[in-house]
């Protein structure tokens, strides 16, 4: 999902909008976990925070965010609508 990123110096409204969404995503539920990586997905249009434990919050064209985990190990991504169907992956996967 990350890997094809471009540097951005503004956005536009819905980039905006997702970016803020993004944030405010990670503020509710992530404050204080190690960010991997901020940037833009030119390919999906997701606006995204890579986290060092794995998941990525993205959000594209202003809409609710969705959470992926990426498996180094698998090489799977696993995409989730909401914070319930995230954590209950990582609880059962550990």
Known sequence: MNTHT???TSFGYSDAK???IVWAAYAEHFAG???MEEGFN???????IALENGVTIASAFGQAVDFYVYDFDNDDE??????EELNEF???RH
């Open 33 to 35: 976990e190690e960010i």
């Open 90 to 92: 990582l609880q059962n």
């Open 42 to 48: 030119i390919n999906s249009g997701n606006v995204y």
């Open 78 to 83: 696993f995409s989730f609508e909401s914070i």
């Open 6 to 8: 471009k540097n951005h």
């Open 18 to 20: 997702s970016k803020s």
